[in-house]
């Protein structure tokens, strides 16, 4: 037998192997980005909120360690904290000014923030929380949240 012909039935072989594995990881890619909530939009700054459900949940954390700032909401419970929606969401910056102010869907809130320090004010059932953050070019920053019982 002629070793090229045996080369080009290597060759095709590997080539098809090549495919399916192209394809393959192409849709896990995509359902594991269709678990993540759609990105919203607030004065520029876009931001995802969601989270629920441990596949929605661990997609996002995943996503998050790209964003400049990720928020993760809870309630503190005796065994664990339990995680929380519907949390009120103000940011303002140093002049003073709120340049982010939304609803959280869910208890991760992924949000595109420039570098700067900021300072978040908070409401789960309007019980209040506040906290700084300095955000810094290149390192995101995730912060854990728990309003007390």
């Known amino acids: 037998m002629n070793v090229s012909l045996i ?3 290597s060759w095709l072989k590997l080539s098809h192997v090549l495919v399916a594995l192209v394809f393959f990881i192409g849709m896990n890619t995509s359902f594991a980005q269709a678990d993540v909530p759609e990105s919203k939009n607030y004065q520029g700054i876009q931001y ?4 629920i ?3 929605e949940s661990e997609a996002m954390l995943e996503l998050g360690k790209k964003w400049p700032l990720v928020l ?3 309630q503190a419970h005796p065994q664990r904290p339990l995680w929380v929606a519907d949390v009120t969401v103000k940011i303002i910056d140093q ?3 709120v340049v982010f102010d939304v609803m959280s869907d869910g208890p991760i809130l992924l949000i595109d923030l420039a570098p700067g320090n900021y300072e978040l004010q908070l409401s789960f059932e309007g019980k209040p929380l506040k906290r700084t953050v300095k955000l810094e070019e290149n390192k ?3 912060l854990s949240i728990t309003w007390p019982i």
């Open 7 to 9: 080369n080009q039935r």
């Open 48 to 51: 995802i909120t969601g989270g």
């Open 53 to 55: 459900g441990s596949e």
């Open 72 to 74: 993760e909401f809870s």
């Open 95 to 97: 002049k003073k000014k």
């Open 140 to 142: 995101p920053l995730k």
